[in-house]
């Protein structure tokens, strides 16, 4: 029995209904988005909204969207989730990178420029450089899922050139990503 999608629970006063409701919401977006596609102006706007948590559901959504997004929806939202990864905010930046990365998945028309985005993440300023450290992490994961499928070499080679200066990131879970890549991929 399919449960019904009330996107009013996201705004109820009782913590356990609003987070237990973006819970759900967000394993409907990754299990079945047919579900809850009709909704994605919805979560276009929420991407906005000030609960940090509310937001990050929302951008969660919008990458798993991705896969079914037949009306290009998310295609407009690019330019906002590339602005959410220089926000200064470790967590708004990851969940952007790994929205991004299901679109480079479901839109490979989108890679070179996902990719490009992501590596800019090594400049930006976070909270701390531990901060942008991890969000280097999420970033090799991200790029590592659909790496094998680039086609252009200068991009390949940039990305390349990125995850080598990782070998000397002082976060050690980043520079065995890094290091791991480099083994599975510098062949390519």
Not at 145 to 153: A, K, R
Request: with cysteine.
């Amino acid at each position: 029995m399919k449960t019904m999608i009330n996107l009013e629970d996201l705004f109820s006063k009782d913590p356990k209904i609003k987070y237990g409701c973006a819970r759900n919401l967000s394993a409907i977006a990754k299990d079945n988005p047919k579900r809850i596609y009709s909704h994605i102006d919805f979560f276009e706007k929420l991407m906005d909204n000030e609960n940090n948590i509310l937001k990050w559901i929302a951008i969660d959504i919008i990458g798993f969207l991705s896969k079914i997004d037949k009306e290009k929806k998310i295609d407009k939202q690019m330019d906002k989730l590339f602005s959410l990864l220089n926000v200064g905010k470790m967590i708004t930046a990851n969940h952007a990178i790994t929205a991004l990365g299901n679109i480079a998945l479901t839109k490979p028309e989108y890679q070179e420029k996902i990719t490009e985005a992501l590596l800019k993440v090594e400049q930006y300023k976070y909270d701390t450089d531990e901060c942008r450290n991890i969000a280097i992490g999420n970033v090799i994961l991200v790029i590592g899922s659909y790496f094998g499928s680039l086609e252009n070499i200068k991009t390949k080679k940039a990305v390349i050139e990125f995850i080598e200066r990782q070998n000397k990131n002082t976060r050690n879970a980043t520079k065995n990503k890094a290091e791991k890549f480099l083994r599975k991929f510098s062949k390519s």
